[in-house]
């Protein structure tokens, strides 16, 4: 079931931290995914954290510095694919800094004792999806969806800040994709709503109410399931969400691989990670 009539094409890849850990099921089902588009997706060799939240908002030089390692370890001659909105908003930014700041570009060549690559592609996984033949690909599952109303949730970190403005808008791929496999998308108000990310750890009181309204909203679209792109948004809307009513939220490399037909025995180990489970509703709709 293989895109590419070719051999398998090598990609960099930076999971991050939230796909390292509490997202894994993300982690494995976009693998598996790009596995069968005809990529090899390999991953940087001692990875670190991109600086994210956590970092850039009390110590830039540090953040910069944590965003550089990963750059400096990317070997040349590849793209880099990045799956998290926050690592990609870091990394991509990092090196922004660096063709523009000649003195940032000398830390970097002291620290990692090397030139910066210049010429590093850093993609987020949206592109290739975006750019592929997917309906070709999906011929005999052109349906597989049909019946199934969703919400898309991209979150707040594809919306890049005002240095990266030229960068590409992601909004409106997953609805493109999942609409061509016979879904329904379903227009709402919390597309990139803050889900409020990190401080989860340190003010889930304030989180809450934000992810309960996020989730109440979904409900109130009457949309059988949310689709994340975030994997940071993923766990703050499963694991903060206080409703009484839920409905199942899927990583999109999870939805489009079971509707592209893939996955009949991975889906096991993903969505079993899952709180609110959505193998009942794939199973409605015979997907499973």
Known sequence: MNMSNSSMTDLSYYPGCSLATTA??????LIFLFQHLGFNLVELEDWNCCGSSSAHSVDNDLAFDLA???LSLAPPGRPLLVACPSCILRLRHAHLQLKQDPVARDRYEEKWGKPYN???EILHFFDFLDNLDLLKFAEVNRQKLSGLKFVTYYGCMLARPPAMRNEKNYHGVMEKILSSLGATPINWAYSSRCCGTFL??????VVTPVVNEIMQGAIKSDADFIVT????CHMNLE???????????LH???IISVALGLGKKEHKSWFARHIVDPRPLLKAIDLL
């Open 24 to 29: 894994k099921e993300n982690n494995r089902s």
């Open 68 to 70: 550089c390692r990963n």
């Open 118 to 120: 210049a010429g590093l």
């Open 200 to 205: 989860t750890v340190a003010r889930p009181d």
């Open 229 to 232: 792109a975030c994997a940071m």
């Open 239 to 249: 694991v903060r969400s206080t409703s009484k009513q839920k409905i199942p939220i």
């Open 252 to 254: 999109f490399s999870e």
